[in-house]
């Protein structure tokens, strides 16, 4: 319900689903709001969902929700 599974949708979901995102992802975190990743080749980090208290790194008074990855 906060974009944490950046399928560009703010709806709920209750089964597995594919992401519809072309990153290669070699590490996931998720937090409660909010998902990172570390992605190949470049070990770069995207994250997507609630930056309401800044767990995005952006400031959290420009960008509150991200429903698709953004880099970091």
């Known amino acids: 319900s906060n974009g944490q599974l950046g399928i560009n949708s703010l709806i709920s979901v209750v089964s597995p689903t594919v992401l519809p995102m ?7 975190c ?10 190949s080749p470049d070990s770069g980090v995207r ?3 609630s930056n ?3 767990q995005l790194g952006l400031n959290p008074l420009n960008t509150t929700l991200l429903v698709t990855p ?3």
């Open 30 to 39: 998720a937090g409660s709001a909010h998902t990172c990743a570390i992605v």
């Open 22 to 28: 072309a990153i290669n992802a070699t590490s996931l």
């Open 47 to 49: 994250c997507w969902g």
């Open 52 to 54: 309401s208290k800044g």
């Open 70 to 72: 953004c880099d970091i």
